[in-house]
């Protein structure tokens, strides 16, 4: 090879379909961060409408991000993605071997996955909107994450340390950054009714894995967000 030539270093096998701001997109990304894995980025701008596109719906016919593409095994949704990580790529375990912590970790992932984030998805909040009216989207919105947040802080409470459920980075903790982050910047939540979800996203943002997959952090983050 000529000492000119350029060696392009070879793209990663794994491609995470992200949006810069998407919450689900980030607990993916933090997952692959934590694990140590490389990998490509393909951004689908949520605003524009990428995921109505018929290419992107071969990936995931529901139109969401994040999608995970593993040479030829294709995954849509941020807790299979995760789960599948775990057990294709075991190193940084994101599930404690203690069977009561465990059952925790799924608990509190899915009030985040299932109990909250739904009702404050970029869809729903649009409909809420043209339907009711931007003060009902927020009201909405937060009745949703507040609630969701009361039942997580009565949950995790005697069960936490540095992180939700121990002092070791676990599931749960990937779905709670994301969607504390959110609630306080998109939808003015005040995190001191909720003093221990709080103190773990203290501790998350002292973290290189949760720091790498922050919005702000993202190719297709717009220059405005890096300040
Ligand atoms: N349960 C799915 C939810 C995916 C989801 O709601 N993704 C949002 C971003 S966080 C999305 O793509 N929204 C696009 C839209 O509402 O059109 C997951 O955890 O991945």
């Not at 689900?24 to 995921?51: F, S, T």
């Not at 404690?96 to 739904?118: D, E, T």
Request: proline share 6%; net charge neutral; charged share 25%.
């Amino acid at each position: 090879m000529a000492t000119s030539e350029v060696r392009e270093k070879p793209k990663p096998k794994l491609k995470l379909y992200s949006y810069f701001m998407s919450s689900c997109a980030w607990r993916v990304r933090i997952a692959l961060h934590h694990k140590g894995l490389e990998y490509e980025y393909i951004a689908v701008n949520l605003v524009k409408g990428d995921q109505f596109t018929s290419e992107f719906q071969k990936l995931n016919p529901l139109s969401y991000v994040p999608v995970l593409v593993d040479e030829d095994i294709v995954i849509a949704d941020s807790y299979a993605i995760i789960m599948y990580l775990e057990e294709k790529y075991p190193q940084n375990p994101l599930l404690p071997q203690n069977f009561q912590k465990r059952g925790l970790n799924y608990q509190a992932a899915n009030i985040v996955a299932s109990n909250i984030q739904p009702f404050q998805n970029l869809a729903v909040v649009k409909y809420i909107e043209e339907k009711l009216g931007s003060d009902e989207k927020l009201s909405w919105a937060q009745h949703h994450i507040k609630k969701g947040f009361a039942a997580l802080e009565k949950l995790l409470a005697g069960h936490a340390g540095k992180y939700a459920t121990g002092n070791e980075v676990a599931l749960a903790d990937l779905f709670l950054a994301p969607q504390i982050d959110g609630a306080t910047k998109r939808f003015n939540i005040d995190m001191a009714e909720f003093p221990l979800l709080k103190s773990l996203n203290d501790e998350y943002s002292k973290l290189p894995a949760f720091q790498s997959a922050a919005p702000e952090k993202q190719p297709d983050a717009p220059d405005s967000t890096k300040a």
